[in-house]
């Protein structure tokens, strides 16, 4: 089992940057594979983007493509989501996720089996 603690959301302004952490305890984090998904007020939750065990892959939703990265360290038993360019649909609760099995390349919410307790991000228009 895993938990998770996310970390780094606040209130920023349009064009900015921000960079969510979210750190695992337990054992074996290097063994998971690692989502991003976020939920705005009144809607359902969206993947984010997932990165693969190693690190090496990482995949997106096309509504972040090219203005968020996923990056881990397993040392350190961190995911992060560097997140530039922000805009007002941006704004929601960011969650990370952990699964034990499958794919990376999967932006199916059901399939992971451990989640954070969210951290806001706001982006005022």
């Known amino acids: 089992q895993v938990q998770l603690v996310e970390s780094g959301g606040g209130l920023v302004q349009a064009g900015d940057s921000l960079r969510l952490s979210c750190a695992a305890s337990g054992r074996s984090f290097s063994t998971y594979i690692m989502g991003w998904f976020r939920q705005a007020p009144g809607k359902e939750r969206e993947f984010v983007g997932a990165?693969?065990?190693?690190?090496?892959?990482?995949y997106y939703a096309d509504s972040v493509k090219g203005r968020f990265t996923i990056s881990r360290d397993n040392a350190k038993n961190t995911v992060y989501l560097q997140m530039n360019s922000l805009k007002p649909e941006d704004t929601a609760v960011y969650y990370c996720?952990?699964?034990?099995?499958?794919?990376?390349?999967?932006?199916?919410?059901?399939?992971?089996?451990?989640w954070g307790q969210g951290t806001q991000v706001t982006v005022p228009s």
């Open positions: 996720a952990a699964k034990i099995s499958g794919t990376y390349y999967d932006s199916h919410s059901g399939r992971y089996d451990y």
């Open positions: 990165i693969s065990r190693s690190g090496l892959s990482t």
